[in-house]
């Protein structure tokens, strides 16, 4: 069942998803080679404190930090490790805050020590331009085949590959909510949920080089890695649909 959100909840949803950018901001600039990715998680959880937010991560069963970080060929749900940054890793900052009841979800990818190379930036850029182009079909009318469709065609037309078994999704007072938001056509647009006012999701661009295909990091419970090993990344934002306008809330 789909959880419309008032106008109230919406604002205070936008007052949770600012915060969370003022975490994310301030977390990206502690980021660098060498540091272990539990300590970006640490850093992560003082910041959501001093923002007066709580983990939404943590509130996932059987899940203990507040922030997934996957690196290269890890996809999603990576937890933090002793693990240290080298120079151009592909970092995932995957993170979400729980404000006054409600979560906002929030990720993103970049090179860690510097400038991506020409084929890396390539890569990184069409995931950002896929959400950009996703989140302009994200509208009160439009289907939520609309924004499948826009991510498809962006990844796809530079060669790249979703993976298709992970998708976005409702959000709110749970961080998971119906309805699911795919990141490819999965059937016809118009058989898809027409977008109502007071539709918030969390719209993810989750591909990889090389596969569409994902596997389970060996002696890992969580942690997803495309089946190939190829360079993966995830861009997110959480949006809410108004009757006037889309607003990104992180």
């Not at 959400?131 to 079909?137: G, P």
């Not at 699911?180 to 027409?194: D, H, N, R």
């Not at 295909?213 to 190829?230: G, L, Q, T, V």
Request: hydrophobic share 35%; aromatic share 8%; glycine share 8%.
């Amino acid at each position: 069942m789909i959880d419309l959100k008032t106008g109230q909840e919406i604002k205070v949803m936008a007052e949770g998803g600012e915060r969370l950018r003022k975490v994310v901001k301030a977390l990206l600039n502690k980021i660098d080679v060498g540091i272990t990715t539990r300590e970006i998680n640490r850093i992560a959880e003082d910041l959501i404190k001093e923002q007066d937010g709580e983990s939404s991560f943590n509130k996932v069963k059987g899940y203990s930090w507040s922030t997934c970080l996957p690196i290269n060929e890890q996809v999603v749900h990576t937890p933090p490790s002793d693990r240290k940054l080298k120079q151009g890793d592909v970092l995932t900052v995957d993170i979400g805050m729980f404000f006054k009841g409600f979560h906002t979800d929030f990720a993103t990818t970049f090179v860690v020590g510097g400038e991506p190379d020409g084929e890396t930036s390539r890569f990184l850029e069409t995931g950002k331009r896929a959400l950009s182009k996703a989140i302009k079909q994200a509208k009160a009318g439009n289907r939520l085949g609309d924004i499948s469709q826009a991510i498809e065609k962006e990844v796809y037309s530079q060669g790249y590959f979703i993976v298709k078994e992970l998708t976005g999704h409702g959000i709110g007072r749970q961080l998971h909510e119906d309805p699911y938001v795919f990141g490819f056509q999965e059937k016809p647009i118009e058989k898809t949920l027409k977008i109502q006012p007071g539709l918030v999701i969390a719209i993810e661009v989750i591909y990889s080089k090389g596969s569409e295909e994902m596997a389970y990091e060996k002696d890992e419970d969580w942690s997803i890695i495309s089946a190939d090993r190829s360079l993966s990344a995830c861009f997110e934002h959480t949006v809410a649909i108004t009757e006037k306008q889309t607003l990104v809330l992180t």
